[in-house]
């Protein structure tokens, strides 16, 4: 029996899909952040702007952005007194996963810079 099955796990593995076909190239970031829900959700809305997204309205919780191939998502999620952020970039089947590291790096980063700057919303 053990003979039989090693040729059967080795078959599935070979006829599984390559990652590149399997679907989309996909990065995520985790941040916390020092500011309430809802300022987190309007800086990340001021990211997607800053780096050419076109931004679509999500809930309190998070928002939309796309740009070219790139789709992309900001959760902002309250935990404790800090503010958890999923940022995450997904990619076309036919991108590779830089592109989506880039973009999720190059999101994270504004929506960081905007946390620091107490008075961006001012200058807007």
């Known amino acids: 029996?053990?003979?039989f099955r090693f040729p059967l796990a080795v078959l599935a593995?070979?006829?599984m899909p390559a990652p590149s076909v399997a679907g989309p190239?996909?990065?995520v970031k985790l941040l916390t952040v020092k500011v309430p829900v809802d300022a987190c959700v309007r800086r990340a809305a001021r990211a997607y702007e800053l780096e050419g997204y076109t931004v679509s309205p999500g809930n309190e919780y998070y928002?939309?952005?796309?740009?070219?191939p790139?789709?992309?998502?900001?959760?902002c999620t309250p935990a404790g007194g800090?503010?958890?952020?999923?940022?995450v970039v997904a990619e076309d089947p036919s991108g590779n996963s830089d592109a989506a590291m880039h973009e999720v790096d190059r999101l994270a980063f504004r929506l960081e810079e905007l946390v620091r700057d107490?008075?961006?919303e001012r200058r807007r």
């Open 63 to 68: 928002v939309w952005g796309d740009k070219g």
């Open 25 to 27: 190239a996909m990065s």
């Open 1 to 3: 029996m053990i003979g």
């Open 70 to 75: 790139h789709g992309a998502a900001i959760i």
């Open 118 to 120: 107490r008075n961006w």
């Open 13 to 15: 593995l070979l006829c």
């Open 82 to 87: 800090v503010t958890q952020v999923s940022v």
